[in-house]
Structure formats: structure tokens, C-alpha cells
């Protein structure tokens, strides 16, 4: 395998894991390889991060079958790890099935809840104490958009996440990247990105906003970085006060009707 990755990858990479001290000396970091073009590229990335920086740290993959179909090709992701001098496994986990037994709940969520369950798992019970994902920059965008736009809420994932229920975290080196990057990256290597099983794919609200970001990039390309820009703390401008409930507006009510304020003029 050629070992290589432009001076610009390498940076934006390095950026993310100095900024946010994503790796530390010792650690033992798990990749979630769903055998996509981000989650390849993740696994080649650090490859080379493990081989380049002075700070010693061990990989592992992990691939979850969630059983969309009945040719999920594993041995095509196990034999890319291999190259890269990365230990592998994999497990199936019956995701189809609770989606199909659960209709009424969203299945991005249940696909998404499950499947870090079982890698969260397994990484806790082999000693890892890192996750690592392939999560990019266009994705924490999306989700900061999806959050507006579906719960009106102003949230985004975090570069590095620390879980107490097991101890571990989870890193996201590849955020500083957008997606073409990576999608150009691929295509430089030659590597061969398995299409995704989800019969849901190109369909979900994240596609939607994904394409809404693409069009108002068209007629203005500051805006995909102004939103970019939004995810800091320190981009948060005035705001409404918290909605009260009933309750705490109610002694103000009062105070209200005390004073007459509320009174019928005669």
C-alpha cells in the first residue's frame, strides 16, 4: 500500500488531534469501519498518524453487520485492515430486525443507538479507551442545522466526547474535513468504499439537509463557513431568556393584578 497523504490532509488531521487533544500517549483507539468512504479513510489516516507521530498508541477496527442484507462483504473490510497492519473483527447486530419490530421510532436513531452500543461495548470489555469515528465537517454542520430545524435546539456532536457510563471516549479526528475531501482522497487511493446497506439511504433528513446546505452554497459560498462558524461557544449572540412555566409566571400574574395594572379602566 502506498503510504501516503497530502501535506494539507495531514494538517487539517494534526490541527484536529493538537486542538482538541484527541490522542494521547498509551492509548488504545477502536475505529467504527462501517466500510464507508469516510470510515476508510479514517482507518488510512490514522495508519499513517500512528506511523508519523512520536507519541505511541495502538488501533483496532470494528465492523458491525447490522443485517440489511445477506452479503454484507466483511472480508473486503477485513482484508483492507490488514494492509494497514490494523486488527480487525466484526459482529452482526440484528438492527433491521428492531427497526422492523419498532415502526414508531425514528430508525436513523435506533440504527445509530444500537450500533454505538455494541462497539461502546465491545471496546470496554478488549480495553480500549478510545472510540474513534469518521464524522466530518459537513456532518457536524448538518447536525447543527437538523437540530434547529427538527427540535429547535442549538446542538452539535463535540470533537471529543467523554462517555461516563464506560469510561470511554470518543475522538472525531476527521473533523476538520469536508466531505469531498475525503470522497477526492478515496478516489487518489484507489480504494473501494462499500455502499451502504441502509435502505433508507439518500432518503433521510440528514440528505435533505445535506442538499439544502448544497443549494444555499451555490447562490452564497460564505455560508456553508458561517454556519461552520456557528458551532463555537463564542459565536452565541443574544438570545431569548428560557421559556418559563406556568408555575413561575404565575407569582408575577399576581403581582400584576395586585397593582391594578390588570384592572378594567372606569
Request: overall charge positive.
Amino acid at each position: 500500500m502506498n503510504w501516503q497523504i497530502p501535506q494539507l490532509y495531514f494538517s487539517k488531521l494534526m490541527r484536529a488531534v493538537v486542538e482538541f487533544q484527541l490522542i494521547n500517549e498509551g492509548d488504545k483507539i477502536l475505529i467504527g469501519i462501517s466500510g464507508g468512504k469516510d470510515s476508510i479513510f479514517l482507518a488510512y489516516a490514522l495508519a499513517i498518524l500512528k506511523k508519523r507521530m512520536k507519541k505511541a498508541f495502538c488501533l483496532g477496527a470494528i465492523t458491525i453487520d447490522p443485517q440489511f442484507t445477506n452479503n454484507f462483504p466483511v472480508r473486503k473490510i477485513a482484508s483492507f485492515c490488514a494492509e494497514l497492519d490494523i486488527p480487525f473483527t466484526t459482529f452482526p447486530v440484528n438492527i433491521a430486525g428492531t427497526i422492523h419490530e419498532t415502526p414508531n421510532k425514528n430508525p436513523c436513531f435506533t440504527c445509530a443507538f444500537f450500533r454505538r452500543g455494541a462497539i461502546n461495548n465491545y471496546a470496554k470489555e478488549h480495553d480500549y479507551n478510545k472510540v474513534a469515528y469518521a464524522h466530518h465537517n459537513d456532518d457536524a454542520v448538518e447536525t447543527l442545522l437538523m437540530g434547529l430545524l427538527y427540535s429547535g435546539q442549538i446542538h452539535t456532536f463535540t470533537p471529543k466526547t467523554y462517555l461516563d457510563r464506560t469510561g470511554i471516549t470518543v475522538i472525531r479526528p476527521l473533523i476538520y474535513f469536508r466531505e469531498q475531501e475525503i470522497r477526492e482522497a478515496v478516489l487518489l487511493h484507489g480504494f473501494r468504499p462499500i455502499p451502504s446497506p441502509c435502505p433508507l439511504d439518500g432518503t433521510t433528513m440528514r440528505q435533505e439537509v445535506k442538499e439544502l446546505v448544497a443549494n444555499w452554497e451555490k447562490k452564497n459560498p460564505q455560508i456553508y463557513g458561517h454556519l461552520a462558524a456557528a458551532m463555537r461557544k463564542n459565536a452565541v449572540g443574544e438570545l431569548w431568556p428560557a421559556e418559563k412555566t406556568r408555575d413561575e409566571m404565575l407569582e408575577t400574574y399576581r403581582s400584576y393584578k395586585r397593582s391594578s395594572i390588570l384592572e378594567p379602566q372606569t
